[in-house]
């Protein structure tokens, strides 16, 4: 094996006589070499006995280089790469052989767990064995983009989510995960108290969760920057006055470093809070407390959707039930108005009518009064019409408006009415089909409904035009674009409307 001993340094010495030109771009070449703000080694291959390179050894190193180690260049000149980054990937040696029998350069990136530090870096060969490597350390760069990542997917999954405490675990896990931490998650502080509350929080394997109250006067005096509404940051528990004679409380529940981020609330009050610990002295940089205040942000804000959403349940729920008594009114009011009228079939089909808007509107209700999905309208007002596996009902998902939504109620319950009295569920074995599609147009994407009888008796034309016929007639919203064909099978109907027109 090759000696790790350097037998000179990496810099070119200064030559004399007349030599002066060349030893002037020498020593520019060198100040150079010191100023680059990238670290820079120049190193040469270690090989064993039958070739292989196996290390390198180091034979000059820049300031910034250097800086890696408190002890200077001294520290690391004529050692082993793999004795000053214990670690150091085995690729990286195998890479940087090939570029020198090559004699060419390569580049590459690499972690380095022993300094927590990305790099990446290009390797020049040089003459021989030796070689240049350029390193940019990319740490923070990498970081940025992880928690970047880590925010999209927190909004992603925050919006799939209606209970706070899953808000605060999923929060808890990718704070943890991301800043590779042992412990994070969310709690109460009560200031007055002087408790912190812990209701949700992520652990690393072998570390023991901490949910439930805890006083913050057990570990120190920590209390001030959080009443100030200002993050409670400790880099290291064993050298912060603040915690001086509760050390061991907190190395006992693995927390050697830990940021307090207090969110929302009043002095004096109680206040929301996120935290992480880890088990070593940890310097919290300015973009991981930037990342635990944008956590907070969306998680405070994803509670606040969750709590209107809940209110907004509660108000939709005293409206329907408003609404169920109007309409409950109405029809007792038109039984009374209409007891002692002859036609008692129109008095019961103006009953059911009132029926399937109730029907739609609780569908609506479903959906805060957004919209109503189709298949959903059709199977609830064919519910109360058909027994079940008599109807068949399919198509792609499409979300109807308000308005679109009580007229194909209607409909729809107008058509299972008539089904019911005259067509194939007045038989025993008779069926019906519901069905539709989406059809490009050049005004824009159409649904086509069909509505199709089977198994019943032969169709027939209605013999006047009531109340019925003509809400069939004008179709899914009172537009026409209806298509009616009575066949020996039973009655067919072929429904059209843009999509546009559907959502109002």
């Avoid at 009295?421 to 089909?433: D, N, R």
């Amino acid at each position: 094996m090759a000696s790790h001993e350097a037998s000179s340094p990496g810099r070119i010495p200064a030559g004399g006589g007349g030599e002066a030109d060349h030893d002037v771009r020498l020593r520019h070449a060198n100040r150079l070499f010191e100023g680059l703000a990238e670290g820079m080694l120049v190193a040469q291959l270690i090989r064993d006995a039958d070739g292989p390179a196996v290390d390198w050894l180091i034979l000059d190193v820049n300031a910034a280089f250097a800086s890696l180690d408190p002890r200077g260049p001294s520290a690391m000149i004529g050692r082993t790469i793999r004795t000053i980054i214990p670690g150091f990937e085995t690729t990286l040696i195998d890479e940087t052989a090939e570029m020198v029998a090559q004699r060419t350069s390569t580049a590459f990136t690499c972690h380095v767990a022993t300094l927590g530090r990305d790099f990446e870096g290009r390797a020049i060969h040089l003459e021989d064995d030796r070689f240049a490597v350029l390193l940019l350390d990319v740490t923070e760069r990498i970081r940025e983009l992880r928690q970047q990542e880590a925010l999209l997917l927190l909004g992603d999954q925050l919006r799939e989510q209606d209970e706070v405490v899953d808000m605060a675990a999923t929060a808890a896990r990718i704070m943890g995960e991301t800043l590779g931490v042992v412990r994070a998650g969310f709690g109460h502080i009560d200031l007055l108290e002087g408790t912190i509350d812990i209701q949700a929080d992520w652990t690393a394997h072998g570390v023991a969760s901490l949910t439930g109250r805890h006083h913050y006067a057990d570990y120190g005096d920590l209390l001030d920057h959080l009443a100030r509404s200002e993050p409670l940051v400790v880099e290291d528990v064993r050298r912060d006055p603040r915690m001086a004679g509760k050390v061991e409380a907190s190395l006992a529940i693995d927390v050697q470093a830990l940021v307090n981020l207090p969110v929302g609330g009043e002095h004096g009050g109680a206040v929301a809070a996120v935290f992480v610990h880890d088990r070593r002295a940890r310097r919290w940089t300015d973009s991981e407390l930037i990342f635990l205040r944008k956590i907070a942000d969306r998680v405070e804000a994803g509670v606040a959707r969750a709590q209107a959403e809940a209110r907004q349940r509660v108000l939709n729920l005293e409206l329907s039930h408003r609404m169920k008594n109007t309409l409950t009114m109405v029809q007792a009011v038109a039984t009374q108005t209409l007891r002692r009228a002859s036609d008692r079939p129109a008095v019961e089909a103006f009953e059911r009518r009132l029926g399937a808007l109730a029907t739609a509107h609780d569908v609506l209700l479903g959906r805060n009064w957004a919209s109503a999905d189709l298949a959903t309208v059709a199977r609830d007002v064919l519910a109360v019409l058909a027994a079940p596996g008599r109807c068949r009902i399919e198509g792609p998902p499409v979300a109807l408006g308000p308005r679109a939504a009580l007229s194909t109620s209607l409909l729809v319950h107008e058509l299972g009415t008539n089904a019911v009295k005259y067509g194939a569920l007045s038989v025993e074995h008779g069926g019906l089909i519901v069905r539709w599609r989406i059809d490009p147009t050049g005004a824009g994407d159409q649904l086509v409904l069909e509505w199709r009888e089977e198994g019943g008796p032969p169709a027939a034309p209605p013999t006047r035009l009531g109340f019925g016929s003509r809400l069939i007639e004008r179709g899914l919203i009172g537009g026409g674009g209806v298509e009616s064909h009575y066949l020996p099978t039973g009655f067919a109907t072929t429904m059209c409307a843009l999509l546009t027109d559907l959502r109002l």
